[in-house]
C-alpha cells in the first residue's frame, strides 16, 4: 500500500529522530524547562526577527488553537473562523469545550476575508450578544491554498481595525512558506499577526509545534494555561530537541527543504495529473491537493493507494484528497500517475 | 411615550400580579418544593394530555434553554439551530459557555427546515466531529413566524431519524397556539418533541416558564442542573403561583386570553399599517410585526412610540419591531395607525 | 404550621409588594435599562458613600457569586472559601462549573482567618497549580456568625498582601449590619472589598441583590457576563423597584427595619431557650440560631413548627436551625418557647 | 551535575527508543487507528486477563485524568480525592476545567481511607449540593506509598456501596506493582476497579499512559472525548509502539523491569540513608523517597545533585524527595551516599 493520505503517516524525519537519539541519555528538568526548549526558542525568534515574542513548546495543533483562545478570550467572547476552519470542521467542539463560540463564516477559496470578518462582527450587537475578539485563521488553510501577503495585510488591517486578536495556525506553515505561489515571509506573518505557531507534526517531527505569542497582552500566565489545558509534556525537551533539529540553518534549514519537498511532491502530482485530464476540486499550491476521479477509477487507486475521500459525489467524480510528506518517494508519485493512466 | 418595544416592558397581569398579593404571607418551603409549584404542575399536565411529564418553573427564557441543554448532551454533542435561533442570537453565548456548540444553519422564513438539520448533520462525520444531538427551535421564532402541524411533524421526523433531541422554546407559545395561523395543538407539540416551555414571562408573568420534560431519558437529577446553572428561585412558589393564575380554566383560561389579546392588537396594527401601503420585512401571524418604514416617517414616529429598529436599512426603508402585549390597549395601536397616517 | 425554616418562606414585606403593584403598569425598557434600577443603584451608591461603584441589579445569590468569580478568574485562577461556605456547601457545583476551584480551609467560627487563606495560598507554587485571587466569605456566615471589624481589617489587609480580590457574601447582609455585635458599618465594608451584594430574597424582597462593584478591574463587561451566567431578567426593573423601596430612607428605611425585626425575635428566642436550659450548636447574634433539642423535644416541636435539623444527632441532642424573617411574629416566638417548655 | 530530580529527566529506554526507530519508517493511519496501538492494547488485555475492556493510547497523565472524569460525571457529580492526591496538587484546576469539583479530603500516609470517603459523601445532600460519582486515588501515592491489596478492597467496596466510580492513576503503577511491598496484582487491580492506567512516560517511555476501561458504563464515545479534550496523537502509534515494547514478554517484561531497578535504586539509597542516621519525612517502598537533610548537609548535596526540596523545614531539617528511573545507575546511588557520609 503506498500512502498519500496524510503527511503524519509516517514517523520522523531521520534527523529528527537522530538527535532525539542523540539527547536520549542527557537528563533535564521537565516540562519543557530545559535547555533545549530554549535554544530552540531562541532558534525561532532569531528565524522570525523578534527577540521579544515568546514562544511555547506545544505538544500539537489542537492543543495549539485551543489554549491560546482559552487564554486569550473572556467567557463571552467569541472567534471567527471560515466554516471549513480546522478549529470547526476537525477538534470534536474542543473550543467550544473551553466556553467560546466559533462564529463561522463563508470562506472564499477556504480563506477567511475581511468582508466575512466584517458580516461576523455584525452579529454582535451588545451584552445580549456574544463578542467576537479573534480571528482564526490557517496558512495554508484546510484545502490547501495560502493567503497572498495583500490578503493577509488586509485581514490584519480588518482585525486592527474591529479590535481583534489575529491568530495563525501554522500546522503546515513550513508548506505555505515555500509555496511556488508564496509571496509572504514568516517574519512579515510574524508582524501582522498576535500569535501563529510554527507546525512540526506534519512536517518531519515526530510530534510538536512552536507557538509564537508575538501581542504582549496574549502572554500573561500561558505555561499555566498549558497545564490546565492538559496540553504540558513531562519529557518536554523532546519537542525542543526535535525543533533545533528543524531550525539548524534557519530558512535554509531542515525544516523548510521538508516542506519544499513535500510541496514539490505535490506539485509534481498535480501537474501529472492534470496533464492526464484529470480535474481538480480546487487549486492547491502546497502539499495537499484534491483531484477528481470517477468512481471506476478512484475504486482501482484504492487497491493499491491509501487516501481520504474528501467530499460527496459530483458530477465530474469523487474528489479526493492527496497528501504528500518528508517521505514521499519521487517513484512513489510516478507510481500514482501511471496508475491513473492505466486505469481511465 | 407609548411602547410597542416589547412584551417584557410591563409587569404582570392585574390577575397574576393578585395571586401574588392573596399568598404573600403564606410560608411555604423553598426552591419550588410547594403546593402552588406542585399544583401548576399539574394543571401544565392536565392541559397537555401528559401526566408522566416532568415540570419545573424555571425562572426565565435562557435559563431554560441553557439548562436543558447542558443537562441532555455529553461535552462532544452540539445543538442544531437556525442562524437566527434565540440561543445563537440573542443569548451572549451561555450556550457555548456550557461547553457546547450551536451548529447554525439558515432558516426559511426564520424556521429550522428538516433539510436544514440534514446538513448540519453532514458536518459530524467521526470523532475528529463535534456531534449533533438536538435540535433547538421556537415556536413561534424570533420574527413571530409559526411553524405549521405539517412542518413541526417534518422536523419531528427527521429528529427521529437522526437519533436528534427536539427542544421547542416556547417563550411566545400562547401567541403560537392562539395564532390565526396556528393549527397545532399544545397536545400534539407534546407528542412531537422531547421538552418544551411554556412561556410567561413574555405573556402576562413577573418572570417564570413551566419547562416541560417529556423524555424519560432527559430527566435524571434536572433540578440538580438548574441549582448548577444558577437558576433555582429561593421563593420558587412565586412561579407556581403565577402559572396557577395563568393556567386556571385551562385552554379557555388567561394564558390563552392574553396570547390572543396580543395576537389581536398586532394584528390590528398589521392591517392598518398594510390598508396604508406600509410593506412588511416578513409576515409574522404572532405579536410581534416587522413593518418598513421611510426614515422620514421612521423619524416621526420615534418622537412617540419606543421601539426596536430591526435590521439595517434597506431600499424600502428601515425594517422595525412592533411588539404588543397583554397591556397594549386599542386606543394605542389606533394612535399608532393614525401617527403613520400622518406621517407619510 | 408556624415556620421557623428560612427567611425565604412567605413573599414580599407588604412595602415592597405595593411598590410592585404600584408601578405594575408602568412601561419601561428591559434588561435593567430602566431609571428604577439607575434610582436603586444611585440610593445604594449613596448609602456606601461610593459615587464611583458598579451597582447590579442581580436575580438571586448564587446568579451573583458565580458571576463575579466567572467575571474577576482567568481560567487558571481559583477562588479560596471555608470549608462552610455557601458556594462550596450549598450551590451544587456552579462555582467549578465555570471552571474554577474553591480553594476550602477549616472556618473559625464559619469564619475564614488570615491564617487560613496564608495556608491556602501555599497550595499555590507554580504553573503545575491552580493560583487562588480572589476570597471568599459571607457576612453574615452560613451559621450567623458575623465577622467583627478588626476580623474584617485583618482579612483585607492579608488579601491585599496576597494579591487576592475580597468578595463579600450579603445575603442576609442586613442581619450583620443591624446586629447587636455589629461594629463594622456598610460603609467601611465597602472601603475593605472589592465586591459585595446586598441581599434582597432574604430581606424583604420577593427576590433580587444589588450586587456592588467596587475594584474598578472587576467591572468591565459586567453585564455580558450576567447575560452569559443567564442571570438577566427580561422585567429587570422589577429588582429596581423592590430596592427602591427597601433603601428609602438610607439607614433608617425599611432594609434595616426588617433586618432588626428579624434579629430582635431571633434574640428573643435565644434569650427565652437559654433561659430554659437549651444549649447551642453555635452563637450566632443574627436571624439564624442553633439549638439542640433532644430527640423526644425535637419530636414534639416538629408536630407544631417546620424548621431543619441542622447537623447529626451528637451527646446532647439534634442541633437545628430557626430562622426568622420579616413576617415573623412575636406571638409566634412565644408560641415555641411554650411549646418547649411544655416538651422537656 | 547527578539527576534524582524525577523519573522523567532522561529520554526513553534504550529498547523503546530503538522500537520507535525501527517503526520509524512505516506508514500507517493517524490518531492511534494503525496495527500497533491495536496489538498493544491486545497486550494490555492479556496481561490483565480482561479480554472484554477498552484500551485507550493517551499522550500522558493529566490528559488521562482529566479526559475520563469529564467523559464520566453528569456537570453537578464531583470526584473525591486525597487532599494530596496528583489531580488536586499538581494539575493546575485542570479538572475543574471541566466543570467538575474535586472534593478533597485528608489521606493517611498519602492515601484516601473509607471513612474518608464516607466523609466526603456526608457533603452530598440534595440538589443544593454537588454530588460525589468518583474516587481518584493514584497507585503508588504522591508520596510514593502504596495501597495493600486489602485497602484496595476496602476502598472498592465502599464505592460500590455508595455508587461511586473507582479510578486508579497509574503514573508509576509499575513501581507499585514490583515494589518489596506489593501484594496487588494487577489483574485483581483490574478487577476492584472501573478505569485504570498503566504509566509509561515515567517508566520508560518517551511519554504515553495505556488507559484501561474496565466498566462498559464509562466506555461510550470515549476517543470523541479524547479529541475534544485536545488528547490525541496525529501519530498516535507512536504510543502503541512504545508499549509494545514496554509489554512484551508481559510480566516478566521490560516494564517490570524497569520499574523493579527504579525500585532497588530507591531501596539502596534507602537503607544506605537509614545506616547514615538520616530520618525520612514519611516511608515510601517504590522510586521516591523523602529523606530529610540539615540545611547545611543539603546545601553540599545541591552542588553536586540535581533534586526537590519536597516541604518546609522542619525541627529535623528540610525534606527533600529523590526519584530514581529506568537511567539510574548504582554508581550515582553510591555517589550519593558517599556525598551524605562527606557533608554530616
Partial sequence: MIYFRSDYSQGAHPKVLEALAETNFEHTDGYGMDEHCTHAAAMVKALIGRPDCDVHMMIGGTPCNVTIIASTLRPYESVIAARTGHIYVHETGAV??????????????????????????????????????????SQPTEIGTIYSRQEMIAISEKCK?????????GARLGCALTSREADLSI?????????????????GALF?????????????????MIKHQCGMLAKGRLIGVQFEALLADGEYGLYFQIAAHSNAMAE???????????????????????????????????????????????????PVRLVTGWGTKEEEVDRFLAAVKEAI
Same sequence: chains 1, 2, 3, 4.
Fill in 96 to 137: 467550544e469545550g473551553t466556553g467560546h463560540r466559533i462564529v463561522t463564516v463563508e470562506g472564499v477559496n477556504g480563506k477567511l476575508t475581511p468582508e466575512g470578518i466584517e458580516k461576523a462582527c455584525m452579529e454582535h450587537d451588545d451584552e445580549h450578544t456574544a463578542e467576537p475578539k479573534m480571528v482564526y485563521i
Fill in 187 to 203: 517574519q512579515e506573518l510574524a508582524r501582522l499577526c498576535d500569535a501563529f505557531y510554527i507546525g512540526g507534526t506534519k512536517n
Fill in 268 to 318: 509534481k502530482l498535480t501537474n501529472g495529473l492534470k496533464d492526464l485530464g484529470v480535474e481538480f476540486f480546487c487549486d492547491s499550491p502546497t502539499n495537499q491537493i484534491f483531484p477528481i476521479f470517477p468512481p471506476y477509477v478512484l475504486q482501482k487507486l484504492e487497491e493499491e493507494f491509501f487516501f481520504y475521500q474528501w467530499a460527496p459525489e459530483e458530477a465530474r467524480g469523487i
Fill in 208 to 224: 510538536g509545534e512552536a507557538l509564537v505569542i508575538l501581542n504582549p497582552g496574549m502572554k500573561d500566565h500561558f505555561r499555566y
Fill in 161 to 169: 481595525e474591529k479590535g481583534l486578536y489575529l491568530y495563525v495556525d
